[in-house]
């Protein structure tokens, strides 16, 4: 039975420019290199090793709260890239404990490696996508439940070793629902589950930052086409100023995201259009961006 997708192109010539076929006809059928088996050992080590970390920063409830939100992230977009039999690995999870008494979140997230010959946008959209859904199905009634657990105190002066963490629109709505309005020197201590949430958010909003190969560069793309590249050049000046006005806290990002590269490469058919539907799913994605992202997310 022959693929419905047309064959992956030939990689790019000397000057690096892309093959012209791939925006037309169907490029010329090239041999794969050999494929590498996979190490399950490897996903497993590096899961068990987080959970340890995860557990060292927060205890048990923070610990499994996090790694289900990251799971059903990373997830999400495997399972989104095998309908469209796009090569994808399992997630690898990465431990990051505490060093030398700095606090961290103890894991700098997951990651899932794919093959860079996605069919079209639509498919590009859809694995996309498919993440920060899959990780706000789950990231929102953890965040709920956790404020709910949480603690309002009238003076938090008098606490020691606090970090204030910048506070979402979407945390603040769940806490006024939950508390009502925060008087003027109160401020809520949260409960090991409501940091997971909100890490779990903090990791949503910078998933979809429409630049590069994040889920929102890919999303940006799809929608956009070749114009998502002053869409992502924009974004990531605002990203820039930000963290020069309300403080470091984007910098290694933004350094990793420049020597990534601003633009997106292109699909092996990027003449499919979208649909109503997908546009309509990437405005409300933005809108979780709006809602999720924060200025200036920590202050020890």
């Keep these: 039975m022959s693929s419905p997708y047309p064959p992956a192109p030939p990689p790019a010539g000397p000057t690096g420019a892309p093959f012209p076929s791939w925006n037309g006809g169907t490029p010329p059928l090239q041999p794969r290199p050999p494929q590498r088996k996979p190490r399950l050992w490897l996903h497993v080590t590096l899961f068990v090793l987080t959970v340890g970390s995860t557990w060292m ?22 399972f989104a890239a095998r309908y469209y039999r796009v090569k994808a690995t399992l997630p690898y999870f990465i431990p990051f404990p505490p060093l030398g008494g700095v606090p961290t979140l103890g894991t700098l997230g997951a990651v899932i490696r794919m093959s860079p010959y996605i069919p079209n946008r639509r498919a ?12 706000l ?5 953890v965040s709920f ?18 970090i204030t963490l910048g506070d979402p629109l979407l945390f603040q709505a769940m806490e006024w629902i939950l508390f009502g309005a925060r008087g003027e020197n109160a401020d809520l201590v949260l409960h090991s589950m409501g940091f997971a949430g909100w890490v779990g958010l903090f990791v949503t909003a910078l998933n979809l930052l429409p630049i590069s190969q994040l889920d929102g560069g890919h999303i940006n793309y799809a929608i956009f086409g070749r114009r998502s590249r002053l869409i992502a050049g924009a974004a990531f000046l605002t990203l ?61």
């Design 57 to 78: 920063v927060g205890g048990a409830p923070y610990s499994i709260s996090l790694l289900v939100i990251l799971t059903a992230h990373e997830f999400g977009h495997y």
């Design 137 to 141: 199905i789950v990231a929102l009634p």
């Design 145 to 162: 439940i956790g404020i709910a657990l949480s603690e309002r105190i009238a003076d938090p002066s008098q606490m020691e070793n606090l």
């Design 240 to 300: 820039a100023v930000t963290t020069f006005i309300m403080g470091f806290h984007y910098s290694v990002i933004l350094v990793l995201l420049w020597f990534m590269g601003i633009g997106h490469p292109p699909t092996l058919n990027d003449g499919l259009e979208l649909g109503r539907t997908r546009r309509i799913v990437g405005a409300l994605l933005l809108l979780t961006f709006i809602l999720c992202f924060t200025p200036s997310p920590f202050k020890v």
């Design 124 to 135: 590009l959209f859809d694995i996309a996508a498919a993440g920060p859904i899959a990780g």
